[in-house]
């Protein structure tokens, strides 16, 4: 039996990473099939467009964009903000397709606060001045993802709970801190002088709401959903109250098909560009 889904004002998502080997895919259309948001945001790094490789596009991925799909079919509005490593679609910016749509930022009222929407790595000073060098952090943190896939299996032989290298890294190196830190102070700063009263970003994979006051220029609540590779989680708002939604990693749903990490000959000879097409179709469908 079908649990009851929950009913939500709005769903917010980042950092998914399809099309890579440490997306949380699976765990994501479980999420995705719990919910119903009468708004989904998708806030930017859905698919990843710079680590994509045609020869990984499992089951569980296309059953995520599937996912999304059904939900715009059945009324929830679903809002694609681009982020950088799915920055190919900034051209699709202002397309519409039903309750589908593309934009580069968005902005709500909620509860009567201003509410702004966007990616974030706008603030990103490595993003802004050396593009190649953020691309090689990509590949570096993919392959820390991979690392850890592996370590994570031998502990789960040895009957140990899951850890995340990353995670790990980026809450203990001082250098991270600090850029996760400055990345919200510059983001706040920013969104107080334009007027808004909440921040809503992703792109640093570090899931948070909290109140940030900046001196001689004025307070916001920033909040960040995370991601679904490390963190496994959502930004949720519901008659007027942000929360957090953590993924239980120990939940293990009965009678689940298996994944299958052959794409299957139909997407083996397609780039980026051509599964983008083939999820257009089906939101047309």
């Known amino acids: 039996m079908n649990k009851k889904k929950r009913k939500l004002e709005l769903a917010t998502i980042s950092d998914v990473h399809l099309g890579t080997y440490g997306s949380q895919a699976k765990e994501l259309n479980r999420y995705l099939q719990s919910i ?36 715009a079919a059945k009324g929830t509005r679903v809002v694609y903000i681009t982020g950088n490593h799915d920055e190919t679609l900034r051209k699709f910016a202002g397309v519409r397709m039903g309750n589908f749509e593309i934009v580069n930022k968005l902005e709500l009222g909620l509860n009567g606060e201003k509410t702004w929407f966007f990616h974030g790595d706008v603030f990103d000073v490595i993003m802004q001045n050396s593009r190649w060098l953020a691309k090689l952090g990509a590949i ?129 000879d397609m780039d980026s560009k051509d599964i983008f097409k083939k999820i257009v179709k089906e939101f047309k469908q």
Request: aromatic residues 10%; proline residues 4%; neutral net charge.
């Open 36 to 71: 119903k948001p009468e708004t989904l945001i998708l806030n930017g790094d859905i698919i990843d467009f710079w680590q994509f490789s045609k020869r990984f596009w499992p089951k569980s991925h296309m059953k995520v964009v599937k996912s999304i799909i059904n939900m």
């Open 140 to 268: 570096g943190y993919d392959s820390l993802v991979m690392l850890n896939v592996f370590i994570n299996f031998l502990s789960r032989l040895f009957g140990r709970g899951r850890i995340s290298l990353a995670k790990r890294i980026k809450e203990n190196v001082k250098s991270a801190v600090k850029y996760i830190g400055e990345f919200e102070n510059t983001a706040a700063s920013l969104a107080i002088q334009k007027g808004f009263q909440v921040i809503v970003c992703g792109h640093i994979h570090h899931p948070e709401i909290k109140a940030i006051t900046i001196a001689k220029v004025g307070h916001i609540t920033y909040l960040n959903s995370g991601d679904w590779i490390e963190n496994l989680t959502a930004l949720e708002y519901n008659k007027g109250v942000w929360e957090i939604y953590r993924y239980p990693r120990d939940e293990k749903p009965d009678n689940e098909e298996p994944d299958n990490e052959d794409p299957g000959a139909d997407l083996m």
